[in-house]
């Protein structure tokens, strides 16, 4: 079964920068796309950003195009999510995810002054 699970969530002020990390502990993680996703309380959850397997092709929401970077480190298995210029609108749970359905935990970033 796999097992996802998100770190490097926390509290930062607007303008700042975040980096999120999700590692796997699966096996052939390079096999896989994969995602991030975010989701506000009363909420749906939104796509943020997609990764092919290795590497190569990303996809980003609208609201997060030129601010975020998604990025992948197959040996370490591990999935990155680098956030900068923060807004208090990226105020989340963000979720990493294997399509369609393993998703890990979620991990809370809070952007307020």
């Known amino acids: 079964q796999v097992h996802l699970v998100e770190s490097g969530g926390g509290l930062v002020q607007p303008g700042g920068s975040l980096k999120l990390s999700c590692t796997h502990s699966?096996?052939?993680?390079?096999?896989?796309?994969m995602a991030w996703y975010r989701q506000v309380p009363g909420e749906q959850r939104e796509l943020v950003a997609t990764?092919?397997?290795?590497?190569?092709?990303?996809h980003y929401a609208d609201p997060v195009k030129g601010r975020f970077t998604i990025s992948r480190n197959n040996v370490e298995r591990r999935l990155y999510l680098q956030m900068h210029d923060l807004k208090p609108e990226d105020t989340a749970v963000y979720f990493c995810?294997?399509?369609?359905?393993?998703w890990g935990q979620g991990t809370q970033v809070t952007v307020s002054a």
């Open positions: 995810q294997i399509p369609p359905s393993d």
């Open positions: 699966g096996i052939m993680f390079s096999g896989y796309e």
């Open positions: 990764i092919s397997s290795d590497g190569v092709f990303t």
